[in-house]
């Protein structure tokens, strides 16, 4: 029951990760696409497409679109993640690295209960070969979730850390810079 309770959380953020708008500046009301951001001054342009371009806003050469908070362009969900859809990609590593973490430990916990009996059956050796390419996977997602767990810690984005190199530029303390991404409420920073 645990693991597809993990599973389905899984499924669930992902799919909302994938279907949902990263945010474009094209989506802000017409009154403030249209509001110059200081006295005498417009607000600035993308080069690329032409569309306003927010503060942390990228032109994203593979959607051929501006992102607001732009983080990375994502195969994994042939999406941008931004502004709007940050938490559910969030999301998606947590819950994606419990579940494999709880199918690791069910597997090991099979195979070192089968250690002590003598005769091994073909399955078991399936077993060992799941363990070592699971194992493979855990530590992708669990150093990807560690990565953007740390971004989240001093509010940068991954275009930020790597390009720009920012600093501490837009830290604000590390409470108010997780409910920037997953929301002002941490009782439901879990919720898919």
């Known amino acids: 029951v645990g693991f597809l309770v993990l599973a389905v959380c899984t499924i669930i953020a992902y799919f909302r990760a994938v279907v949902s708008s990263p945010g474009r500046p094209d989506e ?20 690329q497409c032409a569309e306003i371009k927010p503060v942390r806003s990228h032109h994203c050469s593979e959607c051929e679109k501006c992102t607001m908070r732009m983080d990375h362009h994502c195969p994994w969900i042939n999406n941008c993640v931004g502004f709007k859809n940050h938490k559910f ?26 250690v002590h009996k003598p005769d091994l059956r073909d399955w ?22 560690a990565m953007h767990t740390g971004l989240l810690w001093m509010n940068r984005t991954t275009l930020e850390q790597f390009r720009l190199g920012t600093g ?25």
């Open 28 to 47: 802000l009301p017409i009154t403030v696409r249209n509001k110059p951001s200081g006295p005498g001054r417009a607000m600035n342009r993308c080069y």
């Open 89 to 114: 990609f969030v999301n998606t590593l947590f819950y994606g690295t419990l579940a494999q973490l709880y199918s690791l430990g069910t597997v090991a916990y099979y195979m070192w209960e089968r």
């Open 124 to 145: 078991d050796y399936f077993y060992c070969v799941a363990i070592g390419v699971e194992s493979l996977s855990v530590i992708g997602t669990v150093s990807l979730l």
């Open 168 to 192: 501490d530029k837009y830290d604000i303390g590390v409470l108010r810079n997780f409910q920037q991404v997953m929301g002002a409420n941490p009782a439901v920073w879990c919720l898919p």
